[in-house]
């Protein structure tokens, strides 16, 4: 199908968000207060932050600050996958802490197994559905990058299965597929706005003052507490927690490590029973793709397909607009590159485009830090693969918080920062250049230039 036409009735909004399940906002906050803790941002990082600061400590006084609605952002936006991994993938977490990395990895199976469990004892319906995910090569020199870790993976003891052409196309059929690894455990297919709104609820229950549409305009430290103004108000707590992702930071010093990256999405009208039998999908994995520029995709609980990534865009000077979450141009792109990938599905049209900015480090994975005397802790930085790490992003902040040493707060990982980008115009021309050698990696069998080959030894290897 022409693309044009494919994308003409497709809503401009995530798919996600467009719900009647959408739970009405909680109110504003007016006037003073003061509580134990505040929490500052109604994503993934704060909910799970308020959530179990209260089952740590259910006599705990939490109020969380969410400046327009519960999941609007990142949260609500992204492609729905549940990953064990803490460090965006192995690769990344070997290339920068092979010492840790059994730890790590043992640390991200136990974290997602531990959302699981909230979810039932929470009785939160989010579609979660444990498939894991498929690692496919589209091109000979992926297939060497896949081999690449076999032999750590199976002393790790992760559960991977190798497969073969045939193997892939057996579980999903694409003309594209060479090969791939499938998985099985380490991924979540779950629906990411149902699972904030959940969390919304749980808290709630258990008590968490909770006022969206409620922006924090300025911090002031008292000595022993934190002020924080809103329109409105102002809430003083001995404790705060940053969960604002990549919009302007309450604490500047953040601004040298993070860059907003903006990634795009498609969704399909519901796939027919013929449709989804001419792609197979029986196990339902969510699926990657191993370029440098990458795609993303999987089935929904009604089996439509998202698809999304690819063209991870960073628009000069930083800036963050709501008028970059809509891009023809690369709707236009990905919806050429899923006909690609399933002719045999060249009548399905798309219901919703969308896009959104992502919190980007130069390491791929959150980081951590405290200010204020350890006051004030924040978790950012996890650059799209969010939606599991960020739980135990919200542990590491609550055990600085409370002054311990843990096995969290004892690891590199936690303890080190990315390193900070340059300012601007450099760090644009730098990003952009950056972006164009990605792109001819990729055309040219995976080879990176002295560019990308200085910034892997610097410790900056970039995919999109």
Known sequence: ???????????????????????????????????????????????????????????????????????????GRNGGFCMATLTHGLANGLER???????????????????????????????FERTGELHVATEPWQLDGLREHLGLISELGLDYVPLDREQVRAEVDSPTYLGGLWERSGCAMLDPARLAWGLRQAC????????????????????KTIVLRTPHGAVTAPK????????????????????????YALMTEPLTDAQLASVGWRNRQGV??????????????????LWGGYDA????????????????ETFTTLAEHFYATFPQLDAVRFSHRWGGVID??????????????????????????????????????LDLLSGERTERTELRM??????????????????????????????HGGRRNLWLRTLDRMGLGFDS
Request: proline share 7%; net charge positive.
């Open 1 to 75: 199908m022409d693309p044009l036409k494919a994308l003409a009735d497709a809503e401009r909004k995530p798919y996600w968000l467009d719900s009647p399940a959408r739970p009405e906002p909680q109110p504003r906050l007016y006037g003073n207060t003061s509580a134990d803790l505040v929490v500052v941002g109604g994503g993934f990082t704060g909910l799970w932050t308020a959530l179990m600061a209260k089952e740590r400590d259910p006599s705990l006084d939490v109020v969380l600050l969410e400046g327009r609605r519960i999941g609007w952002a990142a949260t």
């Open 97 to 127: 802490w092979p010492e840790e990395i059994g730890r790590l990895e043992r640390s991200g199976v136990d974290n997602l197994d531990e959302i699981e469990r909230t979810l039932q004892r929470h009785g939160i319906d989010c579609s």
């Open 204 to 223: 709630l229950r258990l008590g968490v003052r909770l006022h969206e549409r409620t922006p924090v305009r300025s911090l002031r430290d008292n000595g």
């Open 240 to 263: 705060v927690a940053l969960g604002t992702g990549v919009f302007p930071p309450l604490l500047r010093r953040l601004k040298h490590f993070l860059v907003p990256v903006y990634d």
């Open 288 to 305: 990657g793709d191993s370029g440098n520029r990458f795609h993303y995709y999987r089935l929904t609980d009604d089996n439509r397909i």
């Open 313 to 328: 865009v960073y628009y000069n000077g930083g800036l963050v607009k709501p008028e970059y979450d809509q891009r023809d």
């Open 360 to 397: 980007t480090c130069s390491r791929f994975s959150a980081f951590y830090g405290q200010a204020h005397g350890g006051r004030l802790v924040y978790a950012v930085g996890y650059t799209g693969m969010g939606v599991g790490a960020t739980r135990f992003g919200a542990n590491v902040l």
């Open 414 to 443: 936690v303890k080190e920062k990315p390193i900070p980008f340059p300012p601007e115009p450099v760090r644009s021309g730098v990003i952009q250049f950056t972006r164009w050698s990605i792109a001819q990696a990729d055309r």
